[in-house]
Every structure is written in structure tokens, then in C-alpha cells.
């Protein structure tokens, strides 16, 4: 019975990590490109390191008309809050950084589906989109991949290099200014979309 103990123990612990390291990172940012997942990615660098922060929770409301040449737009709301971060210190130097305690939400306005330019050559659909961070507003075209996830569901997959200074924000420098963050951001997304609302 011992050694039949012996070799059953570390079979059974074996078998059982996977479950840990895949719910390990189901907020790591690490695995970020399944099918109908609902996230936004951001990653950046420093001189002397790389970070990424990672949300789950974008906000998909229904389509607003709130700029005033009456376009409809699909308005996504992304809670600062709500990012996850390799530690809690760069994270409030995040949340510092995009002035989350007076602007609670990066918001997203993008053109209805039906109004944005296909491109053959590409086999992506470049959509009009206005982002806004730290209460400013920037307008931008992004190219991005349309799926359907079972039957009411589309995903919108995209991402943009975004410079921190066109939205105001000076890039953080820390110890004296020799630890600089970089201007430039990359932004990787996939917004879900419930077709019946929207």
C-alpha cells in the first residue's frame, strides 16, 4: 500500500499543475489571444525594464451620437482601476501617470461597422476611433479584425502605438530622472460586442 502511495502522490500533483498555472494567468497579460476573450493590453518600457498592464473588464455601452457632426459611435469605457500590473508600485505609477483619481475611465469611441473602410489588401476593417486619457481626446484610424463568437457576438481585434505626449502625459522619471519611461505605448485590444444591443 506505501508504495503504491509512493508513485500515486506525485501523479496526482503533476496532474494538477496546469489548473494552477492556467488560472495563474488568466490575469497575467500572458494569455491574451483566445477566442472571444474581452481585454485590453498595455505595454510599455523603460530605460531599464518593460512593463505591461492588463484589463478584463471593458465596459461595452450602446452606441452614443455625443460629438456634433451626429455620427454614432460604439463607446467603450475601460476602469483604470480594474488594470492588473507586475506590482502594486508600478501600478499606482500607472494610475498616477493617466490621472485615474480625476479621470476614473480610458474611453474609446469607434464607428459602427457598417460606416468603416474595408481593406482588401489587407483583409482588415480600418475603423474611425477617438480615444481619450487623461481627459484628452485624440482621433485615429485603426485597422482592425472582425470575428463572431457563437451566435450574437462579434469580437473587434486590433492594436496601436500610441506616444504618450499626444495625450498630455509626460512619461514618469523616477530616482532622480535616471529611470525614464518611454514616450511610445503599445496598445493591444479585442472589445466583444453582444450584437442584440448593440
Do not use: W
Not at 69 to 78: G, S
Amino acid at each position: 500500500m506505501f508504495n503504491f502511495l509512493k508513485y500515486q502522490i506525485p501523479v496526482l500533483i503533476l496532474s494538477l499543475v496546469p489548473l494552477f498555472i492556467n488560472h495563474g494567468n488568466e490575469k497575467s497579460g500572458l494569455k491574451v489571444d483566445e477566442n472571444c476573450i474581452n481585454y485590453i493590453l498595455i505595454q510599455g518600457s523603460s530605460n531599464v525594464n518593460q512593463f505591461e498592464f492588463v484589463n478584463y473588464d471593458p465596459e461595452i455601452n450602446q452606441p452614443q451620437t455625443p460629438y456634433q457632426n451626429d455620427e454614432t459611435y460604439q463607446n467603450i469605457q475601460i476602469p483604470v482601476k480594474e488594470f492588473y500590473g507586475p506590482n502594486n508600485r508600478i501600478l499606482n505609477d500607472f494610475f498616477n501617470m493617466v490621472k485615474a483619481s480625476e479621470y476614473p475611465y480610458i474611453k474609446i469611441d469607434i464607428e459602427p461597422r457598417e460606416k468603416a473602410d474595408f481593406d482588401e489588401a489587407t483583409g482588415l476593417t480600418n475603423f474611425k476611433t477617438k480615444i481619450s486619457i487623461a481627459g484628452n481626446t485624440r482621433n485615429f484610424i485603426i485597422p482592425c479584425a472582425i470575428n463572431f463568437c457563437e451566435d450574437s457576438e462579434m469580437v473587434l481585434t486590433g492594436d496601436i502605438e500610441l506616444e504618450l505626449s499626444d495625450f498630455e502625459i509626460e512619461p514618469p522619471r523616477k530616482l532622480l530622472g535616471t529611470i525614464k519611461v518611454n514616450d511610445e505605448v503599445f496598445v493591444t485590444f479585442a472589445f466583444k460586442y453582444d450584437l442584440k444591443k448593440t
